[in-house]
């Protein structure tokens, strides 16, 4: 493999793994403010004790998601030295702004979430939860706009030439609100608070499973499920806004999530299937012109397909985006699913009298992680063979010191390094959540699925 594979599968790898905790950050530091807020208002020590045992799941999971993001940063400089000069004023400035407007609203109010229940007056602990749950908010837009210029650049210029040449700002709220920024953060905003939502369904599934913190469980899983329900449902909207401005900016990424090969012609519309690209045809399951229709609102408007652009601008792992677009679609759409179907349990008094059901949201709270990491693959993917959108290719982005063996080596160390610590937060997460919460809630219920239990819990 050459150096630039290399590089890219690195730099993929290691992005992929901190994402994983970053959206769930986000989305407890959402559950947080949710509790603790309904504690101060109601005094009722169930949101108390959810409150204290999430802010734990919370600080776990921060604390691995700083220490894996620090990596990509030096990448940028070791394996992409070229890109990072020519980006250098664009990535500066939304990163400056990361440490300005967002990590340092976060980490300043992380101590007193962490250890001040007891120290400080309710209201200022409370505030501090807002804080940092805001914080982690705003770390995401500034991380989102960076890359969204390399999708859609907008609000600079180009200085110098050649291997000296450099992206620099003219407009930088023209650079932060480019054309495909805000689509991009309410999606990815939306995306953890799902995973959010689907740990807490996870864990107080569990509890239920195994007759423990019946009362936290049965208040935990409503919450959940509302905010699931909802975020779901709003994914719909950000998902059709975003593939609307991928078809006006990104063409040829569109062209490709959809397998859609004709230069100009009306389109269909994949539910699943499998891309041929060298005979440029899809086999699988379509709605006739459904393409076309989302895109234009009728059935006539053609499509660009991928043989309206050149063919070192197309991207090239076709069927590999098309797989990762519409199994990221197919997620949503069962988290949709699950999601309306454990309101309509709960409205009905029925949510918790099925074992089942319980089991179903136990292992749902992978489902929320697959289609984040689906959707940024497809979105990464689509954009080649551009690292910046038709100004900087990938080819011409790398580092030029540095060797595959070099590169070869750090991947393998990288796998072992990340792995030990994947290995290291399933083990601290498994251990906080069978310790369990701070009550003597266990002995409320020994059967919690049966009706003669006077503390059936409905």
Known sequence: MDVEILSRVQFAFTVAFHYIYPPLSIGLGM?????EGMYLKTKNPIYESLTKFWIKIFALTFGIGVATGIVME???GTNWATYSRYVGDVFGSALAAEGLFAFALESGFLGILLFGWNRVKPWVHFVSTIGVFFGSMFSAIWIVVANSWMQTPAGFK??????HARAEITDFWAM???PSSVDRISH???????AGAFLVLSVHAYYLLRNRHVAQSKVGIKVALVVAAIFSLSQLFTGHRSADGVAHNQPAKLAAMEGHFDSLAVADMYIMGWVDKEEQQVTGISVPKGLTFLLHQDFETPVLGLE???????PT???AIFQFYHLMVAIGMALIGLSLFGLFLMVKGKLFEHRWVLWIFV???????????FGWYSAEMGRQPWVVYGLLKTSNALSQAVTANQVLFSLIMFTIVYSLLFALFIYLLNKKIKVGMEDGDDTLLERPFQKDNPAFIS
């Not at 990815?188 to 799902?194: N, S």
């Not at 292992?363 to 990491?373: D, G, K």
């Open 74 to 76: 030096f990448e940028f």
């Open 317 to 319: 792992q076709i069927n």
């Open 176 to 178: 932060v609100f480019n």
């Open 188 to 194: 990815v905003w939306i995306g953890a608070f799902l």
């Open 31 to 35: 559950f947080l403010v949710i509790f």
């Open 363 to 373: 292992w749902a709270v992978i489902l929320p992680q697959l289609a984040n990491q």
């Open 158 to 163: 180009i200085v110098g030439e050649g291997m």
């Open 308 to 314: 309206a652009f050149p063919e070192d601008e197309r």
